[in-house]
């Protein structure tokens, strides 16, 4: 086995075990410590340093960095978690690149495998949905909303008893209750301590970072894929 070889091991054991620290601590307390992504950051740049053939291994890196300014913004406008985009960040130091698959992976393939997967509680919030209509529970009792905001709300959320790790998407304007549809920020949202609520779940992002970098290990990237089924 070449020295090249076994440090892409190296970096795809590394990976895996700060990716799974970091989503335990995601699911268990709802936050990650920064120390992780300072010490796998270091021994990440260590391992290029390791490297045989810098002038192979940087210019890698630089490539797969090209993630690190659009997870910032992704970050800074809401729609996911500081630790989120830490993460992307020093898996494209950490393992640049990397897949077992043969097939092409880019720096963005980790994310965009995520946010595939990211559509599965979707479509269990609408089965759910779908289940209790048809038994014929009335989810939205009290709710004076057009058919669109509830068909999306359906997708998004369901009427939690009570809810636990989840963001309201109700409000009350006099006697009438509102669906609120607008995005939350994944940081500054409170949790919803009302019972009997619409809600919609907050799930860990860190799972689906962590299964998009297992895909993209295993299988490559799934949006490239479709791609290539077509041209």
């Known amino acids: 086995m070449s020295e090249l070889a076994y440090l892409d091991q190296i970096r795809i054991i590394l990976s895996l ?35 045989t053939d810098l002038g192979q291994e940087l210019p890698k890196i630089g490539i797969s960095l090209i993630i690190a300014p659009f997870v910032l913004l992704v970050w800074r406008i809401g729609l996911f978690g500081g630790a989120d985009a830490f993460a992307l960040i020093v898996l494209a130091v950490l393992a640049p690149n990397l897949t077992l698959s043969g097939n092409t992976v880019t720096p963005f393939t980790a994310l965009t495998n995520a946010v595939l997967m990211s559509i599965v509680p979707m479509i269990i919030n609408v089965t759910r949905n779908t289940i209790l209509l048809a038994a014929k529970k009335n989810i939205f009792e009290g709710f004076d909303e057009t058919a669109k905001k509830k068909i999306i709300a359906m997708f998004v959320g369901y009427r939690a008893a009570n809810p636990k790790f989840s963001f309201s998407i109700e409000r009350k304007i006099g006697n009438q209750k509102k669906l609120n ?51």
């Open 181 to 231: 549809l607008a995005l939350q920020h994944a940081e500054n949202t409170v949790f919803c301590q009302k019972s009997d609520t619409w809600v919609t779940p907050g799930i860990p992002y860190m799972i689906f970072i962590t299964a998009g970098f297992v895909v993209q290990l295993i299988y490559g990237d799934i949006i490239m894929s479709i791609f290539g089924t077509f041209y």
């Open 17 to 51: 075990t700060m990716l799974g620290i970091a989503t335990i601590s995601d699911i268990k307390k709802r936050e990650i410590s920064d120390i992780i992504w300072i010490v796998f950051g270091a021994i990440g740049i260590g391992l290029v340093l390791l490297g």
